[in-house]
């Protein structure tokens, strides 16, 4: 039953990241489209929220599949390095 469920993991991680990393070539493109930095740094600021979302459903989709092999306290050193990598990111 769990080998269904790892199988079916792989594959939504895999896809998500997929789809992340189409988002990131179209936005590529659009700045070049556009040839404007304003509209450029708009792309790039609609970017920073794409990144960290993926990233959290990436590793929920993981961990949701490990839950019988991880213990607590390794989910929330996984949940907290996550959270320390977003505080990262979003801290001045």
Known sequence: MWDGLREHAVTAMGT???ISGSIEVCAGLLMLYFQSLEK???INATLALVGPTV???VT???LAAM???LS???MV???AGVGL???GIFSD
């Open 77 to 79: 050193l996984i949940f």
């Open 85 to 87: 990598i977003l505080w």
């Open 16 to 18: 998500l990241r997929l």
């Open 72 to 74: 607590w306290g390794r």
């Open 55 to 57: 990233l959290i459903l």
């Open 40 to 42: 450029a740094m708009a």
């Open 67 to 69: 839950a019988e092999e």
């Open 60 to 62: 929920a989709t993981g």
